[in-house]
């Protein structure tokens, strides 16, 4: 009889709290780095503290992948209590943080480990974690749920308007995006993970045109996705934003699980104040 599998991710994923609490997932925090100061993402720093001192922050923040240290404690805490491992992480497009956890994987000598790259961020890797706790919830062993997070990949997607280009720019993690860096300023871009990094999808003249497309184009592919359809609603400082996106496309697909999470600190340095996004999961 396999041993049971219990799930890790890092701390860009924003599964919320109580989806956290009840598959059991343990979070691995991103390091947000300010000045002087350094944060453990959503625990030493939540999103509403962070968005607030960036409006007035005369130093921006940084960003670091979570110490190889925090994996292997992770992994060895659950290894010993009986647990294989699957960790499902950023992409390593984004961060070094499936580096990181690939190096604890190979410190640990007793046990089952197994690291997934998502090559996403956000609540799209939390589709793919979720799923993969599920099914471990089932009885699935460590290799099926792998094969379930890698699965997921081809079941998921996530569009996210900015309000500059900016925040994504300076970061380097504007990928194809950069093109349009020129024009940033005149229009609202949509973009979307694709092949591990931001890409850009459509140029949009307007905020609220910028909103309406992005619940057509959601729409449109998980649609396409089959059922059942689950939705994430996700957001940098503008909640109201969000769940107007989320009752929108919720009118349409009919999902039988809908959420609203916060963009976290880390991935909200990159992207900035006013992001705001939604993730889906079709047909699995």
């Known amino acids: 009889m396999p041993r049971p599998v219990a799930l890790v991710t890092d701390s860009t994923a924003y599964i919320p709290k109580d989806l956290l609490e009840r598959h059991r997932i343990r979070v691995a925090p991103q390091i947000l780095i300010w000045g002087d100061e350094s944060f453990?993402?959503?625990?030493?720093?939540?999103?509403?503290?962070?968005?607030?001192?960036?409006?007035?922050?005369?130093?921006?923040?940084?960003?670091?992948?979570?110490?190889?240290?925090?994996?292997?404690?992770?992994?060895?805490?659950?290894?010993?209590?009986?647990?294989?491992?699957?960790?499902?992480?950023?992409?390593?497009?984004?961060?070094?943080?499936?580096?990181?956890?690939?190096?604890?994987?190979?410190?640990?000598?007793?046990?089952?480990?197994?690291?997934?790259?998502?090559?996403?961020?956000?609540?799209?890797?939390?589709?793919?974690?979720?799923?993969?706790?599920?099914?471990?919830e089932q009885g699935a062993s460590l290799e099926e749920c792998k094969a379930i997070a890698e699965q997921a990949q081809q079941h998921t997607g996530v569009i996210l308007t900015v309000d500059t280009l900016e925040f994504l720019h300076r970061g380097g993690r504007i990928g194809g995006a950069s093109r349009w860096f020129s024009t940033a300023l005149r229009i609202k871009p949509l973009l979307e993970v694709r092949d591990g990094l931001v890409q850009p999808l459509e140029k949009i003249r307007t905020r609220r045109k910028a909103l309406a497309r992005l619940v057509e184009i959601t729409v449109e592919r998980a649609q396409h996705g089959g059922h059942p359809i689950r939705l994430a609603a996700l957001h940098a400082n503008a909640e109201d934003d969000a769940r107007w996106l989320l009752a929108q496309a919720s009118a349409q697909l009919h999902p039988e699980e809908a959420l609203v999470s916060d963009v976290s600190p880390v991935v909200g340095t990159h992207v900035g104040p006013g992001t705001v996004a939604l993730a889906y999961m079709a047909g699995m």
Do not use: C, W
């Open 40 to 136: 453990q993402d959503g625990v030493d720093i939540t999103p509403t503290e962070f968005y607030q001192r960036l409006a007035t922050a005369r130093v921006l923040p940084q960003s670091t992948q979570p110490a190889v240290m925090s994996f292997v404690q992770i992994f060895s805490e659950l290894v010993e209590s009986g647990y294989d491992v699957l960790a499902v992480v950023i992409s390593s497009k984004l961060s070094g943080t499936y580096q990181a956890a690939m190096q604890a994987k190979q410190a640990i000598a007793n046990g089952e480990v197994e690291v997934v790259d998502s090559h996403t961020t956000a609540m799209e890797l939390g589709f793919h974690v979720l799923a993969a706790a599920r099914a471990a």
